[in-house]
């Protein structure tokens, strides 16, 4: 099955013999499933992002504090999103709006060749800068021994989204790969969750939603009947209670154990 026939359908292993349901506290759920959020969960964007942006800013903004257009970026960005989950936008032109908005707001109006050139450089630098959040692989290899499935739950652009988990070869990690553009809804609308849940055969209560936005994988993880674990490193965010935060995948181990915990008989209590 190509990378493609594999968004918005279970891939074919979700066929393999899972754990039976358990007779005794600490034995995975049948049809256990853990979902992640892509960007900023398993995918490294922080980095990217601030790599991309000091490569424009050196070449073409110079004068500028990274930090400064950092700031203005992210914040464009967030709103930009907004028009992209309306469908009003493809990612091209989200791209050129939002180099076309951090322009102006530097005050350093571009012509629409000059503004094409940024979003040019900060993709291909972007690319380079791939990486996944540290320990992440180790995490999910740790998962599937476990006997979990594994998923993933994404906003964003299908063909882009799933060249990031194949530039990292972790493609293959998972069983169900939800990306909104497939789908047609985007987090934290509940739709995408029960897709998701769905399509891993199983019910919300057996579901996990690991991610590290508040507002769009735990709000709306909580809101679709999933329990939820919330990862970013060194984060003030106001966690809704119950809900477990973790600084990141390292030490593996140790996230391992954290993370199966609501899959097992139990952790069925938590969040309940």
């Not at 903004?61 to 930090?67: E, H, I, M, S, V």
């Not at 936008?89 to 951090?102: M, P, Q, S, T, V």
């Not at 579901?207 to 060194?234: K, Q, T, W, Y």
């Amino acid at each position: 099955m190509d990378a493609f026939s594999r968004i918005g359908h279970p891939m074919s292993r979700t066929s393999e013999a899972r754990p039976s349901m358990p007779n005794k506290a600490g034995e995975i759920v049948r049809n256990a499933t853990v979902f992640f959020d892509l960007d900023g969960t398993i995918v490294d964007q922080r980095h990217m992002r601030s790599c991309a942006l000091r490569k424009v800013v050196d070449e073409y903004l110079p004068g500028f504090d990274d930090r400064q257009v950092t700031d203005l970026h992210d914040q464009i960005l967030e709103n930009i999103v907004s028009l992209q989950s309306s469908g009003s936008l493809n990612i091209h032109d989200a791209g050129i709006l939002r180099f076309e908005r951090l322009c102006a707001a530097l005050g350093r109006p571009a012509s629409r060749a000059l503004v094409s050139q940024l979003y040019r450089e900060y993709r291909i630098e972007h690319q380079h800068a791939m990486r996944e959040v540290a320990g992440a692989s180790e995490v999910l290899m740790g998962l599937r021994r476990s006997g979990v499935r594994l998923g993933i739950i994404s906003n964003g652009y299908t063909e882009e989204q799933l060249g990031k988990l194949k530039a990292l070869r972790l493609l293959d990690m998972f069983d169900v790969i939800v990306i909104s553009e497939a789908i047609g809804a985007w987090k934290p609308q509940p739709a995408i969750f029960m897709a998701a849940a769905h399509l891993a055969g199983a019910e919300p209560a057996q579901c996990v939603m690991v991610g590290d936005s508040v507002a769009n994988d735990i709000n709306g993880g909580l809101a679709a009947g999933f329990r939820c674990i919330f990862v970013a490193p060194c984060s003030e965010a106001r966690v809704p209670s119950g809900v477990l935060h973790l600084n990141g995948f390292v030490p593996a181990s140790k996230a391992i154990d954290q993370l199966l915990r609501p899959c097992t008989l139990d952790g069925q209590m938590l969040q309940k």
